[in-house]
Structure formats: structure tokens, C-alpha cells
């Protein structure tokens, strides 16, 4: 198993730009496919980006193609989330996550770990 711990949320304007970071335990986390999901208030929780084991394969929800852009580093067992353009729609807390099928999923069954979530607040 791997646990995580996501950082970096926080209020921004409209427009505005954050970079979410997770940070894993264990020697292993380069076996596991990572994911980007968010929660709204009284929404369910949805698929925001994933990456692939490698970093070789990247996807991404339809609502935050070309503004978001994950990525991973292997060797300091991080993922990021760059979030540019931000819109007042992505307010939520977003959670990192680990599946270990080691691909970009975007099913949230197919993940095993989750850390607590990091808000993110974007006023309009």
C-alpha cells in the first residue's frame, strides 16, 4: 500500500493558477497509476487527470483538458497537478489517488489509496 498526502490548495481568482502536489510513502510507488479527483459540495466525486506508472500516458477530464497538466517524478514519489485558467466550477477539495493496475484510470473503483483532500477555492 501506499499513502499520500496532497498539499498546495488554496483561494485563487478567476483566471488564477495553483499547483497541487501529492507525496507518497513506500518503496513501490512507481508501480502505481496516480489520479487527480475532485468533490464539490453535494456533487459526487469525479475524475479530474490520471497518469500512468511510468509517466508515459496521460489523461484527462473533458472540463479541465488543456488548462490542467499532471505529472509525476518517480524518483521523489510526488504527482503534481498544474492547474491554470481556473474557473469558478472547479472549487472543491481534490484528492490524489493510487491505483494499482499501474495505468491513467479514471474509474475512482479502480483506486485503492486516497490521501484527505486539499480545497481549492476560486472566486469568481
Known amino acids: 500500500q501506499v499513502q499520500l498526502v496532497e498539499s ?3 483561494l485563487v481568482q478567476a483566471g488564477g493558477s495553483l499547483r ?5 510513502s513506500g518503496r513501490t510507488f512507481s ?10 459540495p453535494g456533487k459526487e466525486r469525479e475524475f479530474v487527470a490520471a497518469i500512468s506508472a511510468d509517466g508515459g500516458r496521460t489523461t484527462y477530464a473533458s472540463s479541465v483538458k488543456g488548462r490542467f497538466t499532471i505529472s509525476r517524478d518517480n524518483a521523489k514519489n510526488t ?3 498544474q492547474m491554470n485558467s ?3 466550477e472547479d472549487t472543491a477539495v481534490y484528492y490524489c489517488a493510487a491505483n494499482d493496475y499501474g ?8 483506486y485503492v489509496n486516497w490521501g484527505q483532500g486539499t ?3 476560486v472566486s469568481s
Open 79 to 81: 504527482v503534481s497537478l
Open 86 to 88: 481556473l474557473k469558478s
Open 103 to 110: 495505468t491513467g484510470a479514471t474509474m475512482k473503483s479502480m
Open 8 to 10: 498546495g490548495g488554496g
Open 119 to 121: 480545497q481549492v477555492t
Open 31 to 40: 508501480r502505481y497509476g496516480m489520479g487527480w479527483f475532485r468533490q464539490a
Open 20 to 24: 497541487l502536489s501529492c507525496a507518497a
